[in-house]
């Protein structure tokens, strides 16, 4: 087995896990669609499943998870409201999915998704995008760990305060060293910082103050003591 052939199967074994649940997800959020949590799950798990299938250059299942994430994407921002419609073709895209998934497994090559379909879904987003983003709406996207820890049952580590957006490539690669027990690179060591500059004053700069003088000796005068008795003599 070939090094590809070992990639697509971990693909496989992880992105199973994710399209099954997300027909029992998906009919969930139909009866609360104001579940935030369970619409991020949702969201994060198409997200998952293309950066795998763009990391193996599965078109077909880049495409149709990229239209069914936009569709999400804009239901968590607050520009779209959950309809009957919008449920029927999500489901729709996961069970094309699954369909996808078991060709892969049977080493045939993953069939596109119906025109029709993907056409609805991108509909749905390019409403979104022209609709006002509901501010109140937004949430941080956690990065790929933090979703691994919570779907095999660990405490998600702390946010970090600034976040950059790594690629659904960048993703993949990042479970396939989880799975594959790759220590993650040690992060580099901060630079010294240097020492601030002294301080300078608005004033004109001080002249600097010549030493002290020591006090000269005081002056010896010089006398000469005669004695009178001597000079009389």
Same mark, same amino acid.
């Given at each position: 087995?070939?090094?590809?052939?070992?990639?697509?199967?971990?693909?496989?074994?992880?992105?199973?896990?994710?399209?099954?649940?997300?027909?029992?997800?998906?009919?969930?959020?139909?009866?609360?669609?104001?579940?935030?949590?369970?619409?991020?799950?949702?969201?994060?798990?198409?997200?998952?499943?293309?950066?795998?299938?763009?990391?193996?250059?599965?078109?077909?299942?880049?495409?149709?998870?990229?239209?069914?994430?936009?569709?999400?994407?804009?239901?968590?921002?607050?520009?779209?409201?959950?309809? !009957?419609?919008?449920?029927?073709?999500?489901?729709?895209?996961?069970?094309?999915?699954?369909?996808?998934?078991?060709?892969?497994?049977?080493?045939? !090559?993953?069939? !596109?998704?119906?025109?029709?379909?993907?056409?609805?879904?991108?509909?749905?987003?390019?409403?979104?995008?022209?609709? +006002?983003?509901?501010?109140?709406?937004?949430?941080?996207?956690?990065?790929?760990?933090?979703?691994?820890?919570?779907?095999?049952?660990?405490?998600?580590? +702390?946010?970090?305060?600034?976040?950059?957006?790594?690629?659904?490539?960048?993703?993949?690669?990042?479970?396939?060293?989880?799975?594959?027990?790759?220590?993650?690179?040690? +992060?580099?060591?901060?630079?010294?910082?240097?020492?601030? !500059?002294?301080?300078?004053?608005?004033?004109?700069?001080?002249?600097?103050?010549? +030493?002290?003088?020591?006090?000269?000796?005081?002056?010896?005068?010089?006398?000469?003591?005669?004695?009178?008795?001597?000079?009389?003599?």
């Amino acid at each position: 087995m070939s090094a590809d052939d070992d990639i697509l199967a971990d693909f496989l074994i992880e992105s199973e896990e994710l399209i099954g649940s997300l027909g029992q997800q998906i009919l969930d959020l139909e009866q609360t669609p104001d579940d935030a949590n369970l619409l991020n799950a949702v969201f994060r798990s198409f997200h998952t499943v293309k950066g795998g299938a763009g990391f193996l250059e599965l078109t077909p299942v880049v495409a149709l998870c990229h239209e069914a994430e936009d569709l999400c994407n804009g239901l968590r921002n607050g520009k779209l409201t959950l309809s !009957p419609e919008m449920v029927d073709a999500l489901s729709a895209a996961v069970d094309h999915l699954q369909q996808q998934h078991a060709d892969l497994s049977a080493g045939s !090559p993953a069939q !596109p998704a119906e025109p029709a379909l993907l056409e609805q879904l991108r509909g749905f987003a390019q409403a979104a995008s022209a609709a +006002p983003m509901d501010v109140n709406a937004l949430e941080t996207e956690d990065d790929f760990e933090a979703l691994l820890d919570q779907m095999h049952g660990a405490a998600p580590a +702390p946010a970090a305060a600034a976040s950059t957006a790594t690629s659904d490539e960048d993703d993949f690669e990042a479970l396939l060293d989880q799975m594959h027990g790759v220590a993650p690179a040690a +992060p580099a060591a901060a630079p010294v910082a240097a020492p601030p !500059p002294a301080a300078q004053t608005d004033g004109p700069a001080a002249t600097p103050t010549a +030493p002290a003088k020591a006090p000269d000796k005081p002056a010896v005068e010089a006398s000469i003591r005669v004695e009178t008795g001597r000079l009389d003599a």
